[in-house]
Every structure is written in structure tokens, then in C-alpha cells.
Nanobody
Framework: VQLQASGGGLVQAGGSLRLSCAAS????????MAWFRQVPGKEREFVAH????????YYADSVKGRFTISRDNAKNTVYLQMNNLKPEDTAVYYC??????????????????WGQGTQVTVSS
């Protein structure tokens, strides 16, 4: 499966952005999905996860209450709505897919397929 992330950009602190991740293939609706982010020189970190049905979601503590993950299986797309953005949210954001539906710890190795990343820059 191929994942294409988009929607990044430059925004002022306190602003909002919505990221999208479009997936190819007919199996998207059976995949758990997630967003990660990475700053140069640092480890890629977990942001949010959504189960294949959308019924289970969990977030990194740093984004709880500000970010919302959602999906539209009819459009093969997962979203990340980011509100009240902070300069520390600046990173390249990646979407990832878990075809086994077993990811539960926000660890990179739990996800098999990865998108190419989209840059989010939050100015102070």
C-alpha cells in the first residue's frame, strides 16, 4: 500500500492545520493508522493512533486535547486535525499503517507502511 501525506505548512502559534493521508489499495479500511512526527536529530515520535473502524483512538500526552485523528474509509484517507499549535509541534509529520491491527504501544516497529512526510512549521 502507498501512503501520501499532505496538508503541512507554516502557521502561527495558536493556529490550526489539518493533515491528510491518502492510501492506495482496497485494504485501507482494515488497517489501523497512526501519525508520527520527527524533528531533525531526534527520534521519530508517536502522535496519534486510530483503529480500523475508528472506534479506538489514543494520543501522545503532548497533543491530547489539541489534536484529533479521524478517518474516512470510503475515501481511503486518515486525517489529523491540529488546533492550538505550538512552536514545539514543528516537525515532519508521517502517516503509518498497521495491517495486523495489533499496534497498541505507539512504537514505530508496529507499523508496516509509511508515507513520505509533510512539514509543519509553527512560528512563535
Amino acid at each position: 500500500v502507498q501512503l501520501q501525506a499532505s496538508g503541512g505548512g507554516l502557521v502561527q502559534a495558536g493556529g490550526s492545520l489539518r493533515l491528510s493521508c491518502a492510501a492506495s489499495g482496497r485494504s485501507f479500511s482494515s488497517y489501523d493508522m497512526a501519525w508520527f512526527r520527527q524533528v531533525p536529530g531526534k527520534e521519530r515520535e508517536f502522535v496519534a493512533h486510530i483503529s480500523w473502524s475508528g472506534g479506538r483512538k489514543y494520543y501522545a500526552d503532548s497533543v491530547k486535547g489539541r489534536f484529533t485523528i479521524s478517518r474516512d474509509n470510503a475515501k481511503n484517507t486518515v486525517y489529523l486535525q491540529m488546533n492550538n499549535l505550538k512552536p514545539e509541534d514543528t516537525a515532519v509529520y508521517y502517516c503509518a499503517a498497521d495491517p495486523t491491527q495489533s499496534a497498541s504501544s505507539g512504537l514505530q516497529y508496529e507499523y508496516v507502511y509509511w508515507g513520505q512526510g509533510t512539514q509543519v512549521t509553527v512560528s512563535s
